[in-house]
């Protein structure tokens, strides 16, 4: 069992190096197994002890000195220890509550009210940092877009010129990135790259004609890894132009992602030992906080799945077969369309399903990776929604 552990860690370990900027690294430095095992017990394994107290103590220990992890110095110091106020890992650190105050929104992904001037769809957008409830007693410190996890969603038609005034209230640059639309180069929102950072206090424009019509998300695109995992995306929807001839009876969008909140203090979740999510949410929301999604008998319901944070997620729906209509915001021709009920979907992807309501009752819609649907180690928490068929 030991050993079986130590050979699986060294593996994921190299593989994580390897995703690294380990530019320059002494290949010597890798963790050996000799470094593996020197290893200490995590402080606190939040979450873990309701079904971990069988285990063998000694297998549960997490490799491997940090110091042995090239590329990884700048993030990893601070992760040794997080109660640390002189913490220097600029994405490891808590989120600063210093100013946030409580979310006014209780729900986000609501659709964003746009104004016309001549002719162009204008949005405003603001970054700010709120306390988000995920659920009852347990709050995040966000970054949002005009104050709700997910930001408001962007809804035009194909063809619509948009316009996205952004202004940053954040305590840190910040840009967006409009994820899978057709945008010109200068509007991809990479900082460094084709735009330079919104400094705090500052505006940027973005305009672009909304093209193909399908389901995208727009995100920061700054320290995405962290600014993303609390909570800076959203939802961007572009309607064909013609209109469909058998629109489904309810459409939704849900937003997969993962929290990190320890000791009352918000981190970027990262696939990564020390900094994994313990909190898990559909449109920042986790279970039983998540929506449902009510509909009659024979009703047709289009789910639009977006996995904005790090982790694949295998989403189930049990009793109603549902077809894989568009991925990545592109149509599946219907003899290509397969029927499943088991779903992976991985970070940046979105897939748009779609089911018959045959039959009545409560259906549960659930993350796979069961450890995703639990809360802080309860179950059931997390990845779970129920679809609500009525006669
Ligand atoms: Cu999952």
Redesign the pocket.
């Known amino acids: 069992m030991k050993q079986y552990f130590w050979l699986v860690s060294l593996v994921f370990l190299s593989f994580g190096l390897a995703g690294c900027d380990s530019a320059g690294a002494d290949s010597n430095q890798v963790a050996t197994p000799a470094a593996l095992a020197a290893t200490t017990t995590p402080n606190a394994m939040p979450g873990m002890e309701h079904n971990m107290n069988s285990m063998d103590s000694d297998a549960v220990r997490l490799p491997p000195t940090l110091e042995a992890m090239p590329g990884m110095e700048h993030d990893m110091e601070a992760t040794m220890n997080q109660s640390t106020p002189s913490m220097v890992g600029h994405n490891m650190a808590p989120i600063s509550t210093e100013g946030v105050s409580l979310a006014s929104d209780a729900q986000g992904g609501q659709l964003l009210p746009f104004r016309e001037e001549d002719g162009v769809k204008v949005f405003e957008l603001t970054t700010q940092a709120v306390l988000w409830p995920i659920l009852q007693g347990v709050t995040v410190t966000a970054y949002t877009y005009n104050g709700t996890v997910p930001g408001p969603m962007i809804r035009v038609t194909e063809g619509d010129r948009v316009r996205v005034i952004i202004k940053n209230e954040l305590p840190e640059p910040t840009t967006i990135h409009w994820h899978g639309i057709l945008v010109p180069n200068a509007m991809d929102g990479v900082p460094g790259v084709t735009q330079d950072p919104i400094q705090p206090g500052d505006s940027f424009t973005y305009e672009f004609t909304a093209a193909p019509s399908g389901t995208f998300m727009y995100h920061s695109h700054f320290e995405s890894d962290k600014q993303v995992m609390v909570g800076l995306y959203a939802p961007f929807i572009i309607d064909s132009p013609t209109a469909p001839t058998d629109p489904p009876d309810v459409d939704v969008t849900l937003m997969?992602s993962e929290w990190r909140l320890v000791g009352g203090q918000t981190f970027a979740a990262m696939p990564m030992t020390g900094m994994d999510p313990n909190y898990?949410t559909i449109n920042g929301k986790a279970f039983p906080e998540t929506e449902t999604i009510t509909v009659k008998r024979g009703q047709r319901v289009r789910v639009r799945l977006a996995a904005i944070g790090q982790?694949?997620?295998?989403m189930h729906l049990h009793g109603l077969p549902f077809k894989v209509v568009a991925t990545d915001g592109y149509p599946v021709p219907a003899a290509a369309q397969l029927t499943k009920d088991t779903l992976n979907v991985a970070p940046g992807e979105r897939y748009d399903i779609e089911f018959i309501a045959s039959e009545s009752g409560q259906w549960m819609l659930h993350?796979?990776?069961l450890h995703?649907t639990t809360n802080d180690g309860e179950e059931p928490g997390g990845?779970m929604l129920m679809v609500n068929i009525t006669e």
């Open positions: 997969l898990f982790a694949i997620h295998p993350c796979h990776i995703h990845l």
